[in-house]
Structures are given as structure tokens and as C-alpha cells.
């Protein structure tokens, strides 16, 4: 079985400040896929980053960087000098390889920006 | 060009009306997919098409009707709802079905049943 644990399931922060967003998975398979997703108040989910199991490197996107630790099964979200647009639900996900095509989304962190 | 078009954007339906959600990619996808989302909940798989062919139902209602006339196009043909059925409906798209692909979304309709 899989899971995937958003914790925070709101934050609010003043505009310019840097907040990170935890998600922590589980899954007993060696090779799997994590992702994020931004949900704004339109609804549509957007596709921010994959990563996968095998490539522990942090990446970095403009203001947005990700850190991926295997050891503790966390794959974190920061966003640097935060943005009123940036108030969206953001959504961790996880797909394993032997399973099947289903994504396994945690309750997802609501992010407010406050100016 | 990284769309997933969904119409209509909100629908409103009495519990005896028959209606349908059109989903529509250019992408050259060949998997597409359709979600439920309540509120403040997560997306919840109902239906996977894998090369137009119904690929996983994760035990949806009969009255929830998938159909993918050909690999742009994804219909939810929807009669005799429930009002706990409301919600958001996601339509998303991928390359394929395999697991390193990442699922493009639609803004997704949003169904009261009435």
C-alpha cells in the first residue's frame, strides 16, 4: 500500500516571506515516481515537477525548489520570497512502478498570501 | 501547448436529466483520465483510457458513462445523479500510462445535481 501525508493543511504567510510545504510517502517499492501539483482557485491542477526515486538531486525552478530526501521519505516544497499568486492548494503525489497507473495524492496543504 | 479544454465549466442538473462532460486534448496524448473532486478533499480516480480503450474503473456508478470517441476526446455521459455526487470534475491527460509520465489537467466542471 502507498500513502502520501501533506500535514499542513493550511498556511498563511505574508507576502515576501519563504514557506515550505511538507509531504512525506510511503511504499515498499524501490522505484517510484513523486510529484506536485498547484491547485488555484480555478481549479485546474497544474503540474509543477516529477521526480524520481532514483535521482536524489534538489531542483531549483525561479522562486520555487524542491528537496528530496530518501532517507527520511520526504519530498519537500519551498517557495522563495512568496507571492500573492502563489495562494493556491498544492497537492503531493505519488505513483509507484509496479503499481498501477492510479496517482495516490495526499489531503493537500492550502496556501494563503497574504499582502 | 500544454491544454486540456473541459466543458461546460459549471453545470447544474436535476436528478432525472441526462447530460454529458466533454473533455478535448491536442497533445497527442493516449491516456486520459477522469477525476471527482470534492471539496476540500483530493482528486479521486473514477475512469483511465489507455489508446481509447476503458483501461481502469475504479468501481464507478453506472450512472457515471465513460467514452472516448478517439484519442482527443473524452466524454462522461452522466444520467440520474445523486446529490452527493456534486463535486469537480477533472479531466487530465498523459503521454502514456506509464508511471514516469506526468498528468496534464483540465479547469475541470463543476456539477451541482439538484
Known amino acids: 500500500a502507498q500513502k502520501v501525508t501533506q500535514a499542513q493543511t493550511e498556511i498563511s504567510v505574508v507576502e515576501k516571506e519563504d514557506v515550505t510545504l511538507d509531504c512525506v510517502y510511503e511504499?515498499?517499492?524501490?522505484?517510484?515516481?513523486l510529484f506536485w501539483y498547484k491547485q488555484p482557485p480555478s481549479g485546474e491542477l497544474v503540474f509543477l515537477i516529477r521526480?524520481?526515486?532514483?535521482?536524489?538531486q534538489n531542483e531549483i525552478s525561479g522562486r520555487y525548489s524542491w528537496n528530496f530526501q530518501k532517507s527520511t521519505s520526504s519530498f519537500n516544497f519551498t517557495i522563495t520570497a512568496s507571492q500573492v499568486v502563489d495562494s493556491a492548494v498544492y497537492f503531493c503525489?505519488?505513483?509507484?512502478?509496479?503499481?498501477?497507473?492510479?496517482?495516490?495524492f495526499g489531503t493537500g496543504t492550502r496556501l494563503t498570501i497574504i499582502p | 501547448d500544454t491544454e486540456v479544454t473541459q466543458t461546460p465549466k459549471h453545470l447544474v442538473m436535476g436528478m432525472t436529466n441526462k447530460k454529458s462532460l466533454k473533455c478535448e486534448q491536442h497533445?497527442?496524448?493516449?491516456?486520459m483520465y477522469w477525476y471527482k473532486q470534492k471539496a476540500k478533499k483530493p482528486p479521486e480516480l473514477m475512469f483511465v483510457?489507455?489508446?481509447?480503450?476503458?483501461?481502469i474503473n475504479e468501481s464507478v456508478p453506472s450512472r457515471f458513462s465513460p467514452e472516448c470517441p478517439n484519442s482527443s476526446l473524452l466524454n462522461l455521459h452522466l444520467h440520474a445523479l445523486q446529490p452527493e455526487d456534486s463535486a469537480l470534475y477533472l479531466c487530465?491527460?498523459?503521454?502514456?500510462?506509464?508511471?514516469?509520465?506526468?498528468?496534464?489537467f483540465g479547469q475541470g466542471t463543476r456539477l451541482t445535481v439538484v
Open positions: 503525489a505519488l505513483r509507484t512502478f509496479f503499481g498501477n497507473e492510479k496517482l495516490t
Open positions: 487530465a491527460s498523459s503521454q502514456s500510462l506509464s508511471r514516469d509520465t506526468e498528468a496534464f
Open positions: 521526480r524520481n526515486s532514483f535521482d536524489e
Open positions: 483510457y489507455s489508446y481509447e480503450k476503458l483501461s
Open positions: 511504499t515498499r517499492d524501490t522505484t517510484y515516481y
Open positions: 497533445m497527442g496524448h493516449r491516456a
